[in-house]
């Protein structure tokens, strides 16, 4: 794991730390449910902080004799469990917002409230996007969730500042709870979402088909001297591709030159995914002929000459 993801992982923890005491403290002087249920949503934030240090730290650990594949797997685990402590926090908030809606009360200061609340918002905004965007650059599911999650939370909070201002200018205490509601409906949403994703990770969900028809296209240039490519597989573990395929060859080409064939694909499908692990089943030209009248249906089938 590179320094910089491990040290964002870190500080995510910090950050988070200091956002939950804002946000408490906007809760303290304002008694606002609304403020209140933001506050318990970042308490969450501080959980998916850990959770996430530990799944980029597994998420890096080389492969070894019992994960030959290594464990990039770890980050779509945690995205998941973290999805689900979504989702029950939005069940909690939830619940005490119907108790607040049922039981209204005045605020005490809610501009003091509003103002702790939209500075704790501009911290979270501002965390979020370099998460997000260190997330992309490393392929990092873990930050991206948690980059996600917290930017979730910028956008309710300033609902919140909006909404809670209101209050004291209409006097509709029913505001309150009402925004509570919405803010765990938010939550809701981005745990399902959270969880939605990273379960494409864990079931090896094929990349999107612009890049597999850039890697057929790699393998037409490259494959020079070969005579089919077909069976194309591929799949994604955090910043790692999986590649592989049948690679047809001449029934008197030498080992020598189809490894000389399979060494230039090679290369080349890894300079332009980068981390990748591929594999290449050669066959020569009698067999997959006998496969092929046999009934053997092969896939995505690519003619090289």
Request: glycine fraction near 6%; include cysteine.
């Given at each position: ?245 049948h690679l047809v060859v001449d029934d008197h080409m030498s080992i020598t030159e189809a490894h000389d ?7 080349a499908i890894r300079k332009y995914l980068g981390s990748a692990s591929i594999h290449i089943h050669v ?23």
């Open positions: 794991m590179t320094p910089l993801r491990q040290n964002i992982a870190r500080l995510s923890i910090l950050i988070s730390l200091i956002v939950l005491a804002i946000k408490y403290s906007a809760y303290y002087v304002s008694h606002s449910s609304a403020l209140l249920a933001d506050a318990i949503e970042t308490i969450l934030n501080v959980i998916a902080a850990i959770g996430t240090l530990w799944a980029v730290n597994i998420a890096a650990q080389p492969a070894d004799e019992n994960h030959p594949y290594g464990h990039g797997k770890a980050e779509y685990l945690w995205a998941i469990i973290e999805g689900i402590l979504v989702v029950l926090t939005a069940i909690g908030i939830f619940l005490i917002a119907c108790y607040d809606f049922l039981h209204p009360s005045s605020l005490k200061e809610p501009f003091i409230g509003v103002f702790l609340n939209a500075f704790a918002g501009m911290v979270n905004f501002i965390w979020a996007r370099i998460m997000i965007i260190i997330g992309r650059k490393y392929d990092s599911q873990a930050l991206l969730s948690a980059g996600a999650h917290v930017q979730s939370d910028v956008w309710a909070s300033l609902a919140l500042v909006i909404g809670v201002s209101l209050i004291p200018l209409l006097h509709w205490l029913w505001i309150d709870p009402l925004l509570s509601i919405l803010v765990a409906l938010n939550v809701l949403w981005t745990g399902f979402g959270m969880m939605r994703h990273s379960m494409k990770g864990l079931m090896d969900e094929a990349p999107a088909p612009e890049l597999i028809e850039k890697v057929f296209k790699i393998i037409t240039e490259k494959g020079e001297g070969a005579l089919e490519a077909h069976d194309l597989r591929m799949r994604k573990v955090g910043a790692l591709y999986f590649v592989e395929f064939i399979c060494d230039h694909i090679e290369s066959e020569p030209e009698k067999i997959a002929k006998e496969e092929h009248l046999s009934g053997h249906k092969h896939r995505n089938v690519l003619t090289l000459s």
